[in-house]
């Protein structure tokens, strides 16, 4: 009781009042929460003027040289972060991450081609480092899924890191940050954030950045409440300023009167109240208040994220998207790559579930070396399990390295994109066929393969998941692409974000559909797409039907507070109530009032 009061207090407390003139606010996007008031401090980690210039013959092999070192002396720098990290701080998600820049380190794309364009292009290594970045910058550009986005950002992150190792006149100065600072960057790599983290600091603005980076991702785990997306920061604000800022709701309010203040005060007094009871919560079970347990589990992209969705007590991965391993690289994985990615994620979880989708190539997630194909409306082109049938090899050695894994752990092979229910089966023919291929082989492969489920994320499945459940293990429900193709909303687009509404009828009676399809057949259905990491669509959900709810890990302890407040009968009235109605505009203002207290 006591805990839903505090959140309450936390969700439906009044927005933010109108601010006298004096005082300067920005709205940006509130990537970790937190309420602070601090001074600022304006850190500048632009690289102006990276030198270029042309090598002779006899310069090329010692600049390779200078690149290496320097790399080396990078990944020394992050072996150190590690360690004093290790000492100071709860810091499995921030070791994770910097595992990944290990890897991104270790003779990845990145890396070679600025060797190359140092032996082609006969460029020094700063300007091959800047022109690396922007190819792969550009061949990504198309890719606005914000998954992927995160990933090319460790990689330009890292590649900033490098730049300021190669010019060794540009220092770090973190030492004069002041009591209480609220940093302000341009951009920060999550390694600087580490670093960050390490001094005083209370919280970080930044220009660039979005919710699914790992720097975002890491200040969330760290605690730093963070805004990002503040446009013109760095002109309205310098060192020394005083600020108050959200990171719930990505306020900032530069030089805050006094009335102000003792607002934010007050708003930190709730919010660190409200914090403490979650970390009290972690080990709870994840039930409703009338003993209906849901399943809460972590949608993760590399194995490095497993420790982190562990320690939220996730109850296994109910998403593995493995575009990643296609990416940053010139060639296809091999089987036995994707065997080792698999068996490092098995190692570290080996009685937990994991869901591994198949590739989603295609549309937002299109992938640089794989295919000249140029999609004349992407989304509704050649992506997921449709490029998967295109590029048999592709999936078959996903299946095959699945196959090799699934003896020793709980695995299951997650579908996207699917439009129909030929896809299922012909997908499960090919997965028989692997199988007696490994057979064959003489390699051992169980008699029971893993189970097969489909992704309900266009509206043709949905409308079909009847007929999915009766061909499918388990059903799991993509609500990012079910709204984008459900509403036609391009889910990329910030023109008609407003339009991209997880509550329009339409969509909620295609996941009612989906979910009584699966409870009609004994199946299990999930949903992974972003509402489910929302814990104000909590409620909506479990009253749909809904009984396994699948997110970045950092959502797992928000949304199990949520559940720990609300009866499944309470749920499900409300979701039954919000059935009835057509207008969105109602469905809001019930779905609001439910937020608020009100049961039907
Ligand atoms: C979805 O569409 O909701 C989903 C989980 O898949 P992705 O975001 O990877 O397209
Ligand atoms: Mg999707």
């Not at 994770?96 to 290594?125: F, P, T």
């Not at 609220?182 to 580490?194: E, K, P, R, Y």
Request: glycine share 4%; proline share 6%.
């Amino acid at each position: 009781m006591k805990i839903k009061r505090l959140f309450s207090s936390i969700v439906s407390r009044p927005r933010h009042p109108a601010l006298p003139e004096t005082e300067t606010t920005r709205d940006g996007v509130g990537v970790s929460p937190g309420i602070v008031i601090g001074q600022a401090y304006v850190y500048d980690t632009t690289l102006e003027n990276v030198p270029r210039y042309h090598l002779k013959d006899e310069q090329i092999s010692p600049e390779i040289r200078r690149f290496t070192d320097t790399v080396g002396q990078t990944v020394n720098e992050i072996n150190a972060v590690t360690d004093r990290a290790k000492n100071v701080l709860e810091s499995d998600p921030l070791t994770s991450l910097l595992d990944v820049y290990r890897h991104i380190l270790k003779g990845s794309r990145l890396m070679r081609g600025v060797v190359r364009r140092i032996e082609k292009d006969r460029i020094n290594a700063e300007a091959a480092v800047l022109d690396e970045i922007a190819a792969l910058s550009d061949v990504f550009s198309a890719m606005e899924d914000p998954y992927i986005s995160a990933r090319i950002e460790d990689i330009r992150n890292i590649g900033q890191r490098l730049l300021r190792n190669l010019q060794t006149n540009i220092s770090d100065n973190l030492d004069q940050l002041p009591d209480n600072a609220i940093v302000i960057a341009q951009n920060l790599s999550a390694t600087d954030t580490a670093m960050l983290s390490m001094r005083k600091i209370a919280a970080l603005i930044t220009v660039n950045g979005s919710a699914q980076s790992h720097t975002s991702l890491l200040a969330r785990s760290l605690g730093i409440p963070s805004v990002v997306g503040a446009a013109d920061i760095m002109k309205i604000a310098s060192t020394g300023d005083l600020i108050a800022l959200d990171g719930t709701y990505g306020k900032i309010i530069v030089h805050p009167t006094p009335e102000t203040i003792e607002l934010y005060r007050k708003y930190r007094t709730d919010f660190l109240r409200w914090k403490r009871s979650l970390k009290r919560l972690r080990d709870q079970p994840s039930s409703t208040t009338d003993g209906v347990y849901i399943r809460l589990k972590g949608n993760i992209d590399l194995p490095e994220e497993v420790p982190f969705l562990l320690q939220t007590g996730g109850d296994g991965i109910g998403l593995m998207r493995s575009e990643y391993l296609y990416m940053n690289r010139d060639t296809l994985p091999a089987v036995d790559d994707i065997t080792a990615i698999l068996n490092k994620i098995v190692d570290q979880m080996p009685d937990k579930p994991i869901m591994f989708r198949t590739v989603d190539i295609g549309a937002d997630k299109c992938l640089p070396d794989f295919s000249n194909y140029k999609a004349p409306n992407p989304a509704l082109g050649l992506r997921g399990i449709r490029f998967a049938h295109q590029n048999e090899t592709v999936l078959a050695d996903q299946f095959e390295a699945v196959l090799q894994v699934c003896s020793r752990a709980d695995i299951r092979i997650l579908l996207p994109m699917i439009s129909s229910v030929t896809e299922i089966l012909n997908t499960k023919a090919l997965l028989n066929k692997v199988a007696d291929k490994l057979r064959a082989e003489g390699k051992p492969v169980p008699d029971k393969l893993p189970p097969v489920g489909a992704m309900i994320e266009v509206p043709s499945a949905a409308l079909e998941a009847d007929l999915l459940a009766a061909n499918c293990d388990f059903l799991s429900i993509g609500t990012n692409d079910l709204i984008q193709y459900t509403v036609a909303v391009d889910r990329t687009d910030a023109m008609v974000t407003k339009l991209f509404n997880p509550l329009n009828p339409a969509v909620l009676k295609l996941i009612k559909m989906t979910i009584d399809a699966a409870n009609a057949h004994n199946i299990p259905v999930s949903v992974c797409g972003e509402i489910a990491a929302n814990y104000h669509y909590a409620a909506l959900l479990i009253g749909l039907g809904v009984r396994e709810l699948s997110m970045p890990a950092v959502n797992i302890p928000m949304v199990k507070e949520r559940i720990r407040s609300i009866s499944l009968y309470d749920a499900e009235r409300f979701a039954n109530h919000i059935l009835t109605l057509h207008y969105p505009d109602d469905i809001t203002s019930a779905f609001n009032a439910f937020e608020e207290g009100k049961r039907f």
